[in-house]
C-alpha cells in the first residue's frame, strides 16, 4: 500500500510540474550618466495650502521632460497630503504618434516632517501610477503600473549660511507586477547642496546614483514565458531652480 501511494504521490507531482510555464530567462545590463534640469514655482495659500508648477528636461540618454501641476495641504506642521499630474514626454520615441510618446502619471503623497535644530528630518510614502496608451499586449506589459515610493531625506542648515547639505534615499516597490511577485525596482540614494539665493529663490545641486531592476516579459505563442532581467546603473547630476513665496 505504500509504495502504492508512493508512485501515486510521484505521478502528481510530475503533473503539477508539467503544468507549469516553462522560464526562458536571460540577464542585461548598462551604465550611463545624464543630467535632469529642474525648474519649479510654489505658491503659497491660506489654509495650508500650496500650488506646485515644475518642469523637468532629463538629458541623453533619457530624453524625456516631465511637466508636473500639483496641490498639497498641510493640516499640521508635522504632515503635509499632496497629489499632482504628470505629463511625460519620451523623446526618444518619435513625434508620429502622440501615444507612443506621450504618458501619464500621478502622485498621491504623504509626509510626516519634524525640525530639531539645524536638522530637518522626513519621510515620504508615494502611491504613482503611470498609465500609457500605446499599443501593448496585456500578457505581457499593464495598461497602469502601481509603485510604492518611500523615500527618507535628512537636510542640516549651516549655521549662519544659506546653505544646506540634502541626503535622500528612495526605494520603489512594485504593486502590480504581472509575473512572478512583487520586486523592489529602483534604489536612489541622493546627496546635495542647497543654496538659499534669498527669500524667494532657491537653487539644489545634487548627485544621484539610480540602480532600476526592471523584468521584461514575453509570452511566446506556445504560452512558456521567456524572462529578462534589466539592470540599470545610472550615475545623475541634478540641477534645481526654485521659485516662490
Known sequence: MKR???????LLIS??????????EDTTSSQYAEAHLIASFVKSFDHGLQLTLEEEVRTAPAHRSHTTIGLAYTPIKYLSLSAAYVLKLYGDKGW???????????????????SLGQWKLSLRERLMLDARADEIDLLETNRVDYTLRSRVQASYSIPNQPLS??????VF???????????????RPELGVQWKVDK?????????????YSRNID????????????????HIILLTYKFGW
Open 4 to 10: 502504492i501511494l508512493f508512485i501515486v504521490s510521484i
Open 165 to 170: 547639505i540634502v541626503g535622500k534615499m528612495e
Open 200 to 212: 524667494h529663490n532657491t537653487l539644489n545641486l545634487a548627485y544621484r546614483y539610480n540602480y532600476v
Open 15 to 24: 503533473c503539477i510540474l508539467c503544468a507549469q510555464e516553462v522560464v526562458q
Open 173 to 187: 516597490n512594485t504593486l502590480n507586477a504581472k509575473y512572478f511577485g512583487q520586486y523592489v525596482s529602483e534604489l
Open 219 to 234: 509570452v511566446l505563442d506556445s504560452g512558456d514565458i521567456a524572462l529578462e532581467h534589466e539592470y540599470k546603473h545610472k
Open 96 to 114: 508620429k504618434d502622440v501615444n507612443k510618446f506621450l504618458r501619464h502619471r500621478v502622485n498621491i503623497d504623504a509626509i510626516g516632517q519634524v
